[in-house]
């Protein structure tokens, strides 16, 4: 059985940074893709950054220069720093793998496992 464990999040002023993290157990592959998506109330669920077995990175345009995704494939886990956040930052984040996939796509329908979601929130 897959599950995703994310820890991290949180409230914090503008300006400020946070850090996820996302640990992956149970897969039967290495070769898979791991991304971050968010959703804030009212809105659909969004692309943030994503990241290939193989190091491979996409971010959306929103984040880019301000997030920093990575990952330790010994420990099957994805990190994402978020720097300068914005009020408009503030979603539920989401971290989900996406297998066979050798670069991070940005279509949640081709992620197969979902974490539970973490709040991050930013005042202004």
């Known amino acids: 059985q897959v599950q995703l464990v994310e820890s991290g999040g949180g409230l914090v002023q503008a300006g400020g940074s946070l850090s996820l993290s996302c640990a992956a157990s149970g897969l039967t592959s290495s070769r898979y893709a791991m991304g971050w998506f968010r959703q804030a109330p009212g809105k659909e669920r969004e692309y943030v950054a994503g990241?290939?077995?193989?190091?491979?990175?996409s971010y959306a345009e929103s984040v880019k220069g301000r997030f920093t995704i990575s990952r330790d494939n010994a420990k099957n886990t994805v990190y994402m720093q978020m720097n300068s956040l914005k009020p408009e930052d503030t979603a539920v984040y989401y971290c989900?793998?996406?297998?066979?996939?050798?670069?991070?796509?940005?279509?949640?329908?081709?992620?197969?496992?979902w974490g539970q979601g973490t709040q991050v929130t930013v005042s202004s």
């Open positions: 989900a793998v996406a297998q066979g996939w050798s670069y991070p796509t940005t279509n949640r329908n081709e992620y197969n496992y």
């Open positions: 990241i290939t077995w193989s190091g491979r990175l």
